[in-house]
């Protein structure tokens, strides 16, 4: 059983996890529109993995008896500038959402929510992973600079992106 209090921020995470959702299939969409459909699939790749985590949050709160509550998302952009400028606002949002993990881990610790903490460091992990991910696109997008060739071959290289589904806990 967790407190009201960590049902609460846990709900609130699960909100943030959905605009996450919203804000990548957004960015699919924007990247399609333009011509760069590898990006479109790496963006849905990653609306794909949001909704994932939404669901872990949404399956915790059920298991420890209290009631997933769903809120009004925020209408992401819709445009968004070159590919560069997307995966720098990516990884923005990712660190806020990092941000947001570790302040739920806190209070985890503060409350000694023993099971909320074994639940949480998956997602510790999994930001690490993601702010990682968004660095190393960064960092090629900005070595290609304006050409064009280089973008078509970085396009290439994210569209081969699959989406696994996380491994089931043993």
């Known amino acids: 059983m967790i407190s009201k209090k960590m049902a609460q921020t846990l709900n609130k995470q699960l909100n943030n996890e959905l605009y996450s959702a919203y804000l990548y299939l957004s960015m699919s969409s924007f990247t399609t529109f333009i011509g760069l459909k590898g990006a479109a699939n790496w963006f849905m790749v990653q609306y794909q993995e949001e909704m994932t985590h939404a669901m872990k949050f949404y399956d915790y709160l059920n298991s420890q008896g209290e009631h997933a509550q769903l809120a009004a998302i925020a209408a992401p952009p819709t445009e968004f500038g070159t590919l560069l400028s997307m995966f720098e606002q990516t990884l923005k ?25 074994i639940f949480l460091q998956w997602f510790v992990t999994e930001q690490i992973e993601e702010e ?13 600079g304006d050409s064009t060739q ?17 491994a089931a806990p043993a």
């Not at 990682?132 to 090629?140: C, E, K, P, Q, V």
């Not at 970085?154 to 589904?165: G, M, N, Q, S, W």
């Open 93 to 117: 949002h990712e660190q806020f959402i990092t941000k947001c993990i570790n302040d739920l881990m806190d209070q985890a610790v503060k409350e000694k929510d023993h099971a909320t903490q």
């Open 150 to 166: 280089g973008l078509m071959m970085i396009d290439r290289d994210l569209a081969a992106r699959v989406f696994t589904p996380p």
């Open 132 to 144: 990682g991910n968004d660095n190393d696109i960064i960092a090629r997008l900005k070595l290609v």
